[in-house]
């Protein structure tokens, strides 16, 4: 089955301690991308990827970092969280040029950091 | 600044009857506009979306209507269901941009039975 793979699916955390969110996906995507949701805001995206070892900011990087080392994967890292950084995060992935069909999402991770 | 604008938070609509749901935007240049819908406790799921090129594009029960004019696009429900009952998303990509998507802030749709 195509799909993008995140995990954990829920995660606590305390101020400070370092974590990774891993996301993968199987269908070859050259584009991936980190989104974070928050109640009325939307998805706004956070790092993006065109392909392996190029990643870009997005419209609030701050606080995070990605690498591409891999086509399949994208993990999402967060050196030092703040509680500011609590809320729902997705990744996303689609082929180059995709506008027509858009991204294909995994189903998110909820993060709380206390 | 929110390129892509969704200014009713949420909609109540009884079973059977339409759904509208409205999107507004800013940048002239996008090419294509999408509709996402999500489930709670899930990641959004590709809907709908419509060409700059086009003004409509039907998909069963789902129409998006698309004037250029307003900047403005909509999605049209017909019948609704309690199923349809999600947070959807509107978002737009330019081609220049490559495979940049701007969302809107979304629409929570609850359809009564």
Request: proline fraction near 6%; hydrophobic fraction near 30%.
């Amino acid at each position: 089955e195509a799909q993008v793979t995140q995990n954990p699916r829920y995660l606590i955390t305390v101020t400070g301690k370092k974590l990774t969110v891993t996301c993968s996906q199987n269908m070859n995507h050259e584009y991936m991308s980190w989104y974070r949701q928050d109640p009325g805001l939307g998805l706004r995206q956070i790092y993006y990827s065109m392909n392996v070892e190029v990643t870009d900011k997005g419209d609030v990087p701050e606080g995070y970092k990605v690498s591409r080392k891999e086509k399949r994967n994208f993990p999402l890292i967060l050196e030092s969280p703040s509680p500011n950084q609590t809320s729902l995060y997705f990744c996303a992935s689609s082929p180059l040029g995709a506008g027509e069909y858009g991204y294909t999402f995994g189903s998110g991770t909820r993060l709380t950091v206390v | 600044d929110q390129q892509v604008k969704q200014n009713s938070p949420s909609l109540s609509v009884q079973e059977g009857r339409i759904s509208i749901l409205n999107c507004d935007y800013t940048n002239s240049m996008f090419d294509y506009f999408l509709w996402y819908k999500k489930y709670p406790a899930e990641g959004p799921t590709f809907l709908i979306s419509i060409s700059s090129i086009k003004d409509k594009n039907e998909d069963g029960r789902f129409t998006v209507f698309l004037n250029k004019s307003a900047k403005h696009l909509s999605l049209h429900i017909v019948p609704s269901q309690p199923g349809d009952s999600a947070v959807y998303f509107c978002a737009a990509s330019a081609l220049d941009t490559g495979n940049q998507f701007y969302f809107g802030t979304g629409t929570s749709l609850t359809v009564i039975p």
